[in-house]
């Protein structure tokens, strides 16, 4: 018996309860359609999804938006440990990339700066939940507004893509 339902997929199919091979003989007893038995099935399972749905919106939270131009870092699924190499050590996020377009959907297409150490010609498309936005180790002066510092980011970013 299905769980969400309360049916059995052959009760589902053929409208009447499995029977032991040995009991052919005796006739099924359900008075139920198969009709009905199915409408019932189909409002049970519409009911479980809603149940589930609601369970997982509560403990979703919401993507971050990023903009083109944003610098991001991204963390990459874990590579096969074929060579037996342990990764335990590893940074979790590489970067920082530079969003070059925004796809939709939480999608986005990033790409590696040029001039940054280890630079190689890299693209990739994304998801929202495998960035985080990157912020600058060095320190900031505190008279500095958020417009100042948007500048001193495209500058940083032609300076090293010239």
Do not use: H
């Not at 006739?27 to 199915?38: A, G, L, T, Y």
């Not at 940074?91 to 999608?107: A, Q």
């Amino acid at each position: 018996m299905n769980a969400t339902t309360n049916f059995t997929p052959y009760e589902l199919m053929f409208a009447q309860t499995g029977r032991p091979v040995c009991d052919v003989s005796t006739p099924d007893r359900s008075n139920e359609s198969v009709q009905s038995k199915r409408a019932k099935a189909s409002a049970r399972i519409k009911k479980a999804s809603e149940r589930m749905k609601r369970n997982y919106d509560k403990r979703r939270k919401n993507s971050t938006v990023y903009r083109k131009g944003d610098i991001v870092l991204w963390k990459q699924a874990p590579t096969s440990s074929a060579g037996k190499v342990n990764t335990k050590l590893d940074d979790l996020y590489s970067g920082p990339y530079i969003v070059s377009k925004v796809i939709g959907n939480d999608r986005y297409r990033i790409r590696s700066i040029k001039g940054m150490r280890g630079y190689k010609s890299f693209t990739a498309l994304v998801a929202s939940d495998s960035l985080r936005p990157y912020r600058s180790i060095a320190p900031m002066s505190d008279s500095a507004s958020s417009t100042d510092e948007q500048l001193e980011t495209e500058d940083l970013i032609d300076l090293l893509e010239s």
